[in-house]
């Protein structure tokens, strides 16, 4: 992994922003792997900025977001979708048609799974996948466990990650769904490029844990030992036990 390590959130956040820029300058219709979480929020931020200044353009971009909840709609306050809409997609210039999604009010959860398979093979497989990292290690909604899926599929999400995302919930885990979709590690793996990011304190024993530990179902993130390109972007905190 080619690790870089970043004096500030706000300076890692400028980083990953022009990183993904100069891959869209180098491929106009790039495909990317989009995260959500509080991490990438900075760096979307810089991306809106960007795209205003001419610095960034998305026209011939596509994005597959790598994870939803099940249970609700895309139009729900809750969902990943919307949470896009907020930080990214309503500042550049995707063209909606070439915004994917995994739809979590699907009627049949796994036939969805299966689409959206399907759109990432028939978009070319994604270029540039980000990623953030869960404190427990999860990276998508790829909880620790005995096993893990390798294709996108239903999965039951870690009260601890429920937990996390209470806020996008009115701040109440018991309204966090039960269950999302997420992509597979294997989906993840078969992206031309991964970057990690991780910034603060508390992200600095699961990323030590990842990049140097054992590969292990109860550390998905360690996974991506496996890719032969994983950049790994972190502030000086996520990087303290390094
Ligand atoms: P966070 O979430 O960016 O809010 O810490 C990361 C993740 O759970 O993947």
Redo the contacts with the bound molecule.
């Keep these: 992994m080619e690790i870089r390590i970043l004096e500030t959130p706000e300076e890692t956040a400028a980083v990953l922003a022009r990183r993904v820029a100069r891959a869209l300058a180098e491929v106009p219709a790039l495909v990317l792997g989009l995260?959500t979480?509080?991490?990438?929020v900075a760096a979307y931020a810089e991306l809106r900025r960007m795209h205003a200044a001419g610095e960034a353009d998305f026209a011939r971009a596509t994005t597959f977001n790598l994870d939803e909840f099940a249970g609700i709609p895309p139009s729900h306050p809750g969902s990943f979708r919307m949470f896009m809409e907020r930080h990214l997609f309503h500042g550049i210039n995707v063209p909606p048609g070439r915004i994917q999604f995994l739809d979590g009010a699907a009627p049949d959860l796994d036939a969805e799974c299966e689409r959206y398979e399907a759109a990432i093979d028939a978009a070319g497989g994604i270029d540039l996948l980000l990623?953030?990292?869960?404190?427990n290690g999860?990276?998508g909604f790829n909880e620790p466990g005995d096993v893990l899926m390798a294709r996108t599929h239903r999965v039951r999400l870690a009260d601890s990650?429920r937990r996390?995302n209470a806020a996008l919930f009115g701040g109440d885990p018991a309204q966090v769904p039960r269950e999302a979709l997420s992509m597979g590690l294997g989906t993840m793996l078969k992206a031309g490029a991964i970057v990690l990011v991780a910034t603060g304190a508390r992200?600095a024993a699961c990323v030590e844990r990842a990049v140097r530990g054992p590969v292990s179902t109860e550390r998905p993130a360690s996974f991506l030992q496996l890719h032969r390109h994983v950049e790994l972007y972190l502030d000086r905190a996520a990087a303290t036990d390094l």
């Design positions: 995260p979480g509080r991490t990438p990623a953030g990292i869960g404190a999860h990276i990650t996390d992200k």
